[in-house]
């Protein structure tokens, strides 16, 4: 290990030396080598790959599809003294071509872009002029269409060999299985290494390999790329699996049992704002995420969570790729997940700091139906989405051989009233026909403001009566956009309202109050799901779905399903060794903290009483006290929980108790 690399990582972050594959990682492609990192949540991925950026020439391009995490690292780096700067949907032109000119220059070191963004004329322009030391790609598993989260845009990378032979490639992941790893390898792999020997491929020096007794698996060779492993193993972080009667009135005693920050994951975003609620009804500080907040809204809410204004957030999958909150004590998946990937990633959100930390998820016997509802809903019959092929046809008036490139607002609900659907269905049934080529469904495009003046440009300045909010406001629009008087332009919010020292809410009062005057007509920014045709309208005959795009994907879903199911259910095997074996580590130890490992040392130390046994000292509890008892009065039988559980299932099945409301009481 170069010593340049540990002074640069002592004088950015203050650390003597490196952790884990970390050293490995950064003198393997700060060698040249095209390199693939696997390294848990909270492995300290971005030092990998800003350390050597800083010891090198050029630009670092970093693609990474998290809005969040570009802000959020761009600001530390910067705080750094170091140049960095990042592209994605807000920025005004002008903002973009600074940008992009000032890494032209040699004036940036890092540029993160998210990989729509390459597909963009104006960038691949401007790319050719950069001098880029390397890429790095963050979120690896996402090129990957066997991965649980294959995003297309992804394929857009490989062109970037293409256009910057030569340039090496740091991938990096947290959660990727073996069959995955081999994917990204092979998607990221310049062409000309496909068919060169073996022999002749690159491999890493001798030196990068790590001595057996680090918990690091030592780099092999997969085409073109030296692949680093580093044990997913979390030895801080507790799995723990509830089997829960009340799943609400288990959340509240969790967090009210634990302390720290606290994540709660939810499915639906009707569910995060109902549960917020319920939590700070119940003197639990709350809040909640989801994707249809407002940009301000969010950025409200995970700023108050990560302040520790508020403990819990309750929030969908939407919330936390890319948050760099490492004090996280708690995360609880209210709702189970339908991957070993999503489960893992989201739940090793906790205890990044390496203290104590815990992941529970809580599960009720009508969760294994719903799991296996949702192969049907994500992979409805090829005959249910022609259906809706053809029904898209009629709600858009299209004729056979129309409407290539046309793009269309699809409002969903009116459609499934319309047509008798079910929006989860139509929305699967859209995504496959994306897959498919027919189209291109974009759930939630952020359709920008749009203004348009009302007055003559002489007329604005006889304007009376007008505040100073509303004098900086008109002033910055005609400074930085022409055409206005001509027809509708789009404005960018962020910007305007920087320049005018302005929130956001208060830009769009002070718009507002100027369309009500006659000024100028204002269109707020709004999300309108799109359907754009990629092809001319098709017989729903003549539709084809090819096995990787439907019946492949279909049967790794449902694997992916099943490997959750038996996660969950399973009661014999360590939580952790379970999810280490799923990512191909078959020596993992049993981790001890589990709840099976705990019932496995209690049941080794005291013997657990019956089912019936159980169930009696229940009843007769209940019958001593003549009321409707507080759930958490169980405990006082001094009984394992998971024994106290299973009596209240079967006392349920056999309509002997009733749960309402956190009480329990007889039937």
Request: charged share 25%.
């Amino acid at each position: 290990m170069s010593d340049k690399y540990r002074e640069i990582l002592k004088r950015y972050w203050g650390y003597d030396d490196f952790r884990g594959i970390q050293g490995d990682i950064i003198a393997s492609i700060g060698s040249g080598h095209d390199t693939l990192g696997l390294m848990p949540t909270g492995g300290g991925k971005s030092i990998t790959f800003q350390v050597p950026a800083l010891a090198m020439e050029g630009v670092c391009l970093v693609i990474t599809p998290l809005i969040a995490l570009m802000k959020d690292q761009v600001h530390h780096l910067r705080q750094n003294g170091i140049f960095a700067s990042a592209i994605y949907s807000g920025l005004s032109h002008d903002e973009v071509l600074r940008i992009l000119d000032n890494c032209i220059l040699g004036r940036t070191r890092f540029l993160y872009v998210s990989p729509e963004r390459l597909s963009s004329d104006l960038f691949v322009t401007k790319l050719r002029h950069m001098r880029i030391s390397f890429i790095t790609v963050d979120e690896a598993h996402c090129i990957s269409q066997w991965g649980y989260d294959f995003r297309p845009a992804y394929l857009q990378i490989s062109t970037l060999r293409h256009l910057l032979p030569g340039v090496p490639v740091l991938a990096l992941t947290a959660t990727a299985t073996p069959p995955v790893v081999h994917d990204i390898c092979e998607k990221l792999t310049p062409p000309s290494s496909l068919h060169t020997p073996p022999s002749s491929r690159i491999t890493p020096p001798s030196s990068l390999h790590t001595p057996p007794s680090s918990r690091i698996t030592p780099p092999s060779s997969l085409n073109s790329f030296a692949v680093y492993r580093m044990s997913f193993a979390r030895p801080n972080l507790t799995y723990l699996v509830r089997h829960a009667t009340d799943k609400l009135h288990e959340l509240v005693h969790i967090l009210s049992h634990t302390q720290g920050s606290a994540i709660v994951y939810v499915r639906s975003r009707r569910r995060c704002k109902e549960l917020a609620e319920y939590l700070a009804d119940c003197q639990l500080s709350a809040t909640y995420y989801h994707a249809g907040l407002e940009p301000q809204d969010k950025d409200r809410r995970q700023r108050d969570w990560q302040h520790d204004q508020q403990r819990v957030m309750v929030a969908t999958n939407a919330f936390g790729m890319g948050i760099d909150k490492s004090d996280v004590r708690l995360v609880v998946h209210y709702d189970c997940p339908d991957s070993i990937e999503a489960y893992f990633q989201e739940a090793g959100r906790a205890g990044r700091d390496g203290r104590r930390a815990y992941a529970v998820l809580l599960y009720h016997r009508a969760d294994h139906g719903k799991l296996l509802k949702r192969i049907d809903d994500t992979f409805p019959p090829l005959d249910y989405v022609r259906q809706v092929y053809e029904h898209l046809a009629y709600y858009f008036q299209l004729a056979v051989g129309d409407g290539f490139g046309v793009l269309h607002e699809f409002d969903i609900q009116l459609f499934c009233q319309r047509f008798h659907h079910f929006p989860i269905r139509v929305q699967s049934a859209l995504y496959i026909l994306q897959r498919a080529g027919y189209l291109e469904y974009d759930e939630a495009p952020d359709q920008q403001t749009r203004v348009r003046f009302l007055l003559e440009r002489h007329e604005l300045y006889r304007l009376h009566d007008t505040t100073d909010h509303e004098e900086r406001v008109l002033d910055t629009l005609l400074r930085n956009y022409g055409g206005l008087f001509a027809d509708f332009c789009f404005i960018d919010d962020d910007f305007i309202a920087r320049q005018c020292a302005l929130s956001v809410q208060q830009l769009h009062q002070v718009l507002l109050v100027l369309s009500q005057r006659r000024v100028l007509q204002y269109i707020p920014r709004r999300q309108v799901p799109t359907v754009r045709y990629l092809q001319r309208r098709e017989d729903p005959e003549h539709l084809s779905f090819p096995p990787e795009v439907y019946q492949q994907r279909l049967d790794q879903y449902k694997e992916r399903i099943q490997s959750m199911l038996h996660y969950v259910e399973s009661d014999d095997t360590c939580r952790s060794r379970l999810l280490l074996s799923y990512f191909g580590e078959t020596d993992a130890k049993d981790c001890g903290q589990c709840d099976v490992c705990r019932s496995s040392r209690e049941a080794a130390v005291i013997p657990t009483p019956s089912r019936d046994e159980v169930c009696r000292q229940i009843l007769a509890l209940l019958d001593e006290g003549g009321a409707p008892l507080p759930l958490p009065t169980l405990h006082r039988l001094a009984l394992p929980t998971e024994a106290i559980d299973d009596a209240l299932r079967h006392l349920t099945q056999e309509e002997l108790v009733l749960i309402e409301d956190g009480y329990l009481r007889k039937a």
